[in-house]
């Protein structure tokens, strides 16, 4: 047996009122002529026998960010007046798609923020997980002095995060302290930070915290929701 398959390659703009129609394909009668070993003619295909199909538009998908039920309640966080502490674990959100699409996270901007004046003196390092695989953030912008942002750009990676059609998946964000105290001039004993995605201190904070893509369309997906981490407190001693 030989096995033939037929794809279709749409135009790229059909008119809304094309969708609604059902399509035929079909081998007529003796469409096909083999040749055997012999020299002998041999002819498949029947005008009876056909397959219908349908074209339906691509989606961009519609993934919105929500709490986790894992998400970490206020706790105290151990830090060190000489060495970098952690990585800790700080917050989890997730990235629900609830399209029958599959969609790719193009990038991520994390807020941060501490009761600290700058977030610099108190923020060294942070990772993101999702899936069990670790990224660093590409970009920082710290200029607002204690409200920091760290931008994860997966697209420009070549790292984009699938989100496939009806599921959703846990981010998990980890982060590693500076010193406390005097010493390196940082922040002191029983400062607060706190994380969020499109929101910070109660409130919305920046605009595009996530941008995402249709995986099949790879036109823009409609993000909505934000979340925030509870306020955790830095001391040198539980």
Do not use: C
């Not at 998400?71 to 007046?81: F, G, N, P, T």
């Not at 790292?159 to 599921?167: C, L």
Request: aromatic residues 6%; charged residues 30%.
């Amino acid at each position: 047996d030989v096995l033939i398959e037929v794809e279709v390659v749409t135009s790229s703009s059909i008119d809304d009122s094309d969708l609604t129609q059902s399509w035929k394909i079909m081998i007529p009668t003796d469409g096909i002529r083999v040749i055997d070993g012999k020299g002998i003619d041999h002819y498949e295909g029947s005008d009876s026998e056909s397959t219908e199909f349908e074209i339906e538009a691509g989606s961009d998908g519609d993934v919105s960010i929500r709490e986790s039920d894992d998400d970490l309640d206020a706790s105290i966080l151990v830090v060190d007046i000489n060495d970098k502490k952690g990585p800790y674990e700080v917050f989890r959100f997730e990235v629900d798609n609830s399209e029958d699409a599959d969609v790719l996270l193009n990038t991520l901007v994390l807020t941060a923020s501490t009761s600290d004046s700058d977030i610099d003196d108190v923020v060294s390092d942070i990772t993101i997980e999702v899936d069990g695989d670790a990224y660093d953030y590409d970009t920082a912008s710290t200029t607002a002095g204690n409200v920091g942002e760290y931008t994860f750009d997966f697209e420009d990676n070549g790292d984009e995060i699938s989100v496939e059609k009806d599921t959703r998946v846990e981010v998990v964000v980890m982060v590693e302290f500076k010193q406390a105290g005097t010493a390196f001039a940082n922040y002191a004993d029983g400062a607060t930070v706190q994380f969020g995605i499109g929101k910070i201190n109660g409130a919305t904070y920046g605009s595009n915290a996530i941008t995402a893509e249709g995986a099949t369309t790879g036109d823009s997906s409609t993000v909505s929701g934000t979340q925030e981490s509870s306020v955790h407190t830095l001391r040198t001693t539980g």
